[in-house]
């Protein structure tokens, strides 16, 4: 790193004001921002463009200008752009330059939050799992090698940065550093300073850096840091008041800013949908402009946790987060201004002049009606498709990260060691499953093994029989004390008690066969065998169907159990309307074709229905009734 920063110190100037030139920086008197030299406060909405598919990113920027927004904030994921120690992808769904060009186009200010972590209940909160190659390693803190890994992607990031900032003629107003980290139990100044240095090396001593924390002293006792602008985050519920005289104990002058003002909340799954009234968050919203802080609200638009990159929190349990990151949002996951994107607009016009003529309309939503699949074969038929390379071969089991899987599935088996003439438990005695595992033997399905909930499956069988556990990876923690989050067999099985041992790992790539077109067959030619009618384990199924007109579409897969679906070789994401509350997938219209037959492709974990069939709706149900567990 030494000569990279030499040479930027060399050839750079950062921000040194001239008169004229555009400036934004805090008035400590005045206890505002100081936009070239006049008192400016934003009122601002989070998007993700992680979670939107590019196509889009111009009408929903355009929706939130249209509401009166000023300024957006976004996150931007790590291991989202980093997905190999080294290797940096900024291309396609991932061109963080396109979608801020498009800010500048339509005269929004930017708010980056470049982490290193971020939360945004995305995996693992941001940080790539092949952090997690150094066993021990200690996230989030002055560990050598994790600031070894920050200090590399921050090398690569912060250079495409620079030109964008304000002060250089760009829409970047402020940066965050770290996230919330006053939540984390290590409250190490150390790593803060460090991360201050970084970006002041690579971006100038004259950008606005600030930290968001939650609004507690303990806190903001952790999160904030001398030289860096503290900010605070709280919803509709909290007392707008209270919460900036709790950040003023360690802000005593400088701007009032909520960094997120929650609109919504995240869907976990099997609990309740997660709403707020539009009345309710535009009262807060009013109450918190009169006070003349800035803002920013979380989320405007939410959008979608797309193949298998949705977080999940912990507390006393395992929560995974579901598909949809909807949030129940003033602009829904299909980029739709609802009620309460509405009310937000007029109570931001009592502060500032909100854009005139006509609101874009929702784009086109379309009913496809039903489709019907077939079965391809069971996932142990196609272990030649979908193994990456030779199986590992152990005494006892490994994880993902020991064979450097990152996402999806794995399979484990082992010869079952005796006949099982009776029921016996199969058990994950230390709750050593991450996170879900489907179990059968002889390919006969048993059921599942799942985290914090379910220890023991009853198995029965012949002396020699596989025993088959795919385990699923359901999205690592994103917050809190656990992110050192591995996956897969973390602890050893029991049968009847004693250890197995011997596994054949089977590490899979099920995503790059779909992409490239697998299982190939035409709709008519679905190969059959009798052993192929059963409807449970994990199990393909795969259909086409063509359409007339494209538009955006909900996949409706309500009696199938578990799964994850691909259309056209895209990762649509995760079903499990057994569990809800997402009962609908939300499918963008860019992934569909006019000119030639969609593929619809089904991984189903469970137990499929009797009647393979997808319905593609047009409008989408997340709020489905939770079933008993
Ligand atoms: C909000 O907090 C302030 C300051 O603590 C207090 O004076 C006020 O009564 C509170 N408002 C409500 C509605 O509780
Ligand atoms: C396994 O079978 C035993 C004996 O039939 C029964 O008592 C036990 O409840 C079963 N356990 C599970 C997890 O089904
Ligand atoms: C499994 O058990 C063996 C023997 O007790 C132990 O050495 C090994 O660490 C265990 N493996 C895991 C993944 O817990
Ligand atoms: C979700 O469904 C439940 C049960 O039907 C209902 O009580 C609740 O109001 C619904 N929530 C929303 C946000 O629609």
Not at 59 to 76: H, S
Not at 164 to 177: A, D, K, M, T
Not at 240 to 268: C, H, I, M
Not at 578 to 605: F, H, K, M, W
Request: a negative charge.
């Amino acid at each position: 790193m030494g000569t990279a920063i030499l040479c930027l110190l060399l050839v750079c100037c950062f921000c040194d004001q001239v008169q004229g030139d555009p400036s934004f920086t805090i008035d400590y008197t005045r206890d505002c921002f100081l936009k070239d030299g006049s008192c400016f406060r934003y009122i601002s909405g989070s998007i993700h463009y992680f979670r939107v598919p590019p196509i889009y990113w111009k009408d929903r920027l355009l929706k939130m200008y249209m509401t009166g927004l000023n300024a957006i904030q976004v996150y931007v994921p790590w291991n989202f752009h980093e997905p190999q120690p080294g290797m940096f992808n900024f291309d396609g769904d991932r061109d963080l330059e396109h979608f801020l060009d498009l800010t500048v186009e339509l005269g929004l200010l930017v708010i980056l939050r470049p982490g290193p972590y971020i939360c945004a209940e995305w995996d693992m909160g941001g940080l790539p799992a092949w952090l997690l190659h150094k066993k021990n390693i200690a996230l989030r803190t002055s560990d050598p090698d994790y600031l070894n890994a920050v200090d590399s992607w921050l090398s690569v990031l912060l250079p495409k940065i620079r030109p964008r900032l304000y002060c250089n003629g760009g829409n970047i107003i402020s940066l965050q550093v770290e996230n919330e980290y006053g939540s984390f139990h290590a409250c190490d100044y150390s790593y803060l300073r460090h991360l201050q240095t970084i970006f002041r090396v690579y971006l100038g001593d004259d950008v606005v850096l600030f930290t968001t924390d939650g609004n507690t002293n303990k806190e903001l006792k952790c999160g904030t840091l001398q030289g860096l602008l503290a900010t605070v985050d709280f919803g509709p519920v909290d007392n707008a008041t209270k919460a900036f005289k709790l950040l003023r104990r360690v802000q005593p002058r400088g701007p009032l800013v909520n960094s997120e003002y929650y609109t919504g909340w995240l869907d976990y799954w099997g609990e309740k949908h997660a709403s707020s009234s539009a009345e309710q968050v535009s009262r807060g919203l009013q109450d918190i402009l009169e006070t003349g802080a800035s803002v920013n609200m979380y989320m405007f638009e939410g959008g979608t946790n797309f193949g298998y990159w949705n977080g999940a929190d912990f507390k006393n349990t395992y929560k995974p987060i579901t598909t949809s990151y909807d949030y129940d949002a003033p602009m829904t996951e299909a980029g739709d201004p609802t009620d309460k994107l509405m009310a937000i607009r007029s109570i931001i016009s009592k502060f500032r002049s909100v854009p005139e003529g006509p609101f874009p309309p929702p784009t086109p939503k379309y009913y496809y009606g039903l489709v019907s699949l077939n079965k391809i074969g069971d996932l142990v038929d196609f272990l030649d498709v979908f193994s990456r390379g030779e199986p590992f071969v152990t005494q006892y089991p490994i994880t993902f990260e020991d064979v450097k899987q990152v996402f999806g599935f794995v399979l484990y088996r082992t010869h079952l060691p005796f006949d099982i003439p009776f029921f016996i438990p199969l058990s994950s005695q230390l709750n050593g499953v991450h996170d879900r595992a489907y179990i059968s033997v002889g390919g006969r399905f048993y059921g599942v093994l799942e985290r914090d909930s379910i220890s023991d499956v009853n198995v029965t069988g012949n002396a020699g029989e596989w025993l088959d556990v795919l385990v699923e990876n359901m999205g690592r923690i994103n917050f809190g004390a656990d992110v050192n989050d591995f996956k897969g067999l973390v602890g050893n099985l029991t049968l009847g008690g004693d250890i197995l041992t011997d596994w054949v790992m089977y590490s899979l790539d099920i995503d790059g066969p779909i992409a490239a077109g697998w299982p190939y067959v035409p709709d008519n030619h679905i190969r059959m065998n009798p052993q192929w009618q059963s409807r449970t384990g994990a199990t393909f199924y795969s259909g086409t169907f063509q359409i007339t007109a494209v538009g955006d579409t909900f996949l409706k897969l309500s009696k199938w159990t578990k799964g994850q679906v691909w259309i056209n070789g895209f990762n649509v994401g995760r079903y499990w309307p057994a569990r809800g509350p997402q009962i609908t997938l939300y499918v963008p219209s860019n992934i569909l074709s006019l000119s030639q037959p969609n593929r619809i492709t089904i991984l189903e974990l469970e137990r499929a229905p009797d009647w393979p069939i997808a319905v593609f709706l047009d409008r989408p149900i997340l709020n489905g009734t939770l079933p008993r567990r």
